[in-house]
């Protein structure tokens, strides 16, 4: 493996790991934030190792997923994720303070559809 996609793929397992830490300690904005940047970035290096590309400015986990047909059941996590690069971050789009919008069942949530995704990567990307 390339060391950039070794450095994408470390990357992202270390962010969803990073999400369940801030889950323990009740930042779930992050943990919604985290689950996203984990899966973005392993989509991303499975991208690069399927394809040879270097990585693609695109943030979309839904076009993301179709550019290595992702198992069209996990197409709903995609869509649910997504979202969250933005609204965890950004008063304006939420039109309020994004960390007040998150609970614990909206974390666990998150994280376990990350770890629904991952399961899948971790059967495209053998390390």
Same mark, same amino acid.
């Given at each position: 493996m390339r060391e950039e996609i070794k450095n994408w793929w470390e990357q992202a397992k270390h962010d969803l790991k990073a999400a369940k830490k801030n *889950? =323990? &300690?009740k930042e779930y904005y992050l943990v919604?934030? *985290?689950s996203q940047q984990a899966v973005e970035k392993g989509l991303k290096a499975l991208i690069m190792l399927k394809s040879k590309e270097r990585i693609i400015p695109i943030h979309s986990l839904v076009k993301l997923g179709k550019?290595? %047909?992702i198992d069209k059941k996990l *197409? !709903? @996590?995609l869509r649910i994720l997504s979202p =969250?690069? /933005?609204i965890t971050r950004y008063p304006d789009v939420v039109e309020s303070v994004p960390h007040e919008n998150y609970d614990q069942s909206i974390a666990? @949530?998150? &994280?376990k559809r990350a770890e629904r995704i991952f399961k899948w990567l %971790? !059967?495209? /990307?053998k390390e």
């Open positions: *889950l =323990e &300690i919604a934030f *985290l550019k290595v %047909n *197409l !709903t @996590d =969250e690069y /933005i666990k @949530d998150r &994280i %971790n !059967t495209q /990307i």
